[in-house]
């Protein structure tokens, strides 16, 4: 089986966070045990570079952006297995088109387009630097939601894109029903099979993967999720995808889909427009003991107040979807190097 064929399967694509020391410095050690993680978990690839890394990386002066990338890329070549590579394509054309070339020539099988640096570019400016970095890699498209930089796109947009024989995939990451539903209407319209759909709707992923879209005489399922909530407890996501793919009509699913709604509430900090966002996934994977702290390259980015009380609010609540005893077990070999 093929990457594109695994991706339209669906699989589990946690969205790689960065680990750094106390100087906010790269840790080399904890960041593949991250990728050891993941990929023992179960995940069906890694996005690296996107917003869960941190789009910081990028400056000149912090460097990070090829470090992480190889990381990952070492790992899976590793692992072994049909993994997918998803390597994260920010800026405007001429660094988008850099980014690309430098994800293609470390192995990467698709780059998640961002479009946040095009805030005011009309639908055709957007389509023509989609068309540029498609040239070099294929698109995984992205719905980035504007509380954490993202822009509205219309359905014409999208209407548009799927036009694009680059494209291979799309993640949806709105955290809007509405705005989620013009892009599968959009896929359905275009009457193209081979666009896998993921969702990057943290705040509705089980939601999102049971449900059947039905336009007219189309009918569409999300294959697969690219979540940064899937950087935590990915042992249980991968078997909640498995769930979603197999009984997704079950009466328990939508109540899995509350529980599952309300611990990203505190991970992401939808209490405070998504402000601890990435400091919340770091809180996680802290007391796992994977990352040495919750240290983020900003160092005004950190958890709210009141955060940690909420991730400890749902650790209680929901302790079927903890993967802490997994983690536990195989930490230490993950660490090792």
């Not at 460097?63 to 993994?83: F, N, Q, S, W, Y």
């Not at 879209?213 to 979540?227: K, T």
């Not at 078997?239 to 309300?262: S, W, Y």
Request: charged share 25%.
């Amino acid at each position: 089986m093929d990457w594109r064929q695994r991706l339209q399967q669906g699989v589990c694509l946690p969205a790689h966070p960065l680990a750094l020391t106390a100087e906010r410095k790269l840790d080399e050690r904890r960041q593949r045990a991250l990728s050891r993680y993941y990929l023992a978990a179960g995940a069906g690839g890694l996005a690296t570079g996107v917003h869960t890394t941190q789009f910081a990386i990028r400056d000149p002066q912090v460097g990070l952006l090829k470090p992480v990338l190889t990381i990952a890329a070492e790992e899976m070549d590793r692992h072994g297995g049909p993994l997918i590579r998803i390597g994260g394509v920010c800026g405007e054309t001429k660094q988008a088109v850099r980014e690309a070339e430098q994800i293609r020539d470390l192995g990467y099988h698709a780059g998640l387009l961002s479009l946040a640096a095009l805030p005011q570019a009309t639908d055709a400016e957007l389509i023509e630097h989609a068309r540029h970095v498609g040239e070099v890699l294929p698109i995984f498209g992205f719905y980035l939601q504007p509380a954490v930089g993202g822009r509205v796109l219309s359905y014409a947009f999208w209407r548009m894109l799927v036009e694009l024989d680059s494209l291979v995939a799309i993640k949806m990451a709105p955290f809007n029903r509405y705005q989620t539903l013009d892009v599968i209407r959009a896929v359905a319209d275009s009457g193209r099979k081979d666009i896998a759909l993921y969702t990057g709707n943290d705040d509705h992923i089980v939601g999102d993967l049971i449900t059947t879209y039905r336009f007219g005489e189309q009918e569409l399922r999300i294959n697969g999720g690219l979540l940064g909530h899937w950087a935590v407890w990915t042992k249980r996501a991968v078997e909640i995808l498995d769930r979603c793919q197999k009984t997704p009509n079950a009466p328990e699913m939508m109540t899995l889909d509350a529980e599952v709604t309300d611990c990203n509430a505190a991970f992401f900090d939808a209490a405070n427009q998504f402000r601890g966002c990435i400091a919340g996934i770091h809180e996680v994977l802290y007391r796992q003991g994977i990352l040495d702290g919750i240290w983020c390259l900003d160092p005004e980015e950190t958890l709210s107040p009141g955060q940690r009380e909420e991730i400890d609010r749902v650790y209680m609540a929901y302790p079927h979807l903890n993967d802490d005893e997994f983690v536990a077990e195989h930490r230490d070999d993950w660490l090792r190097g």
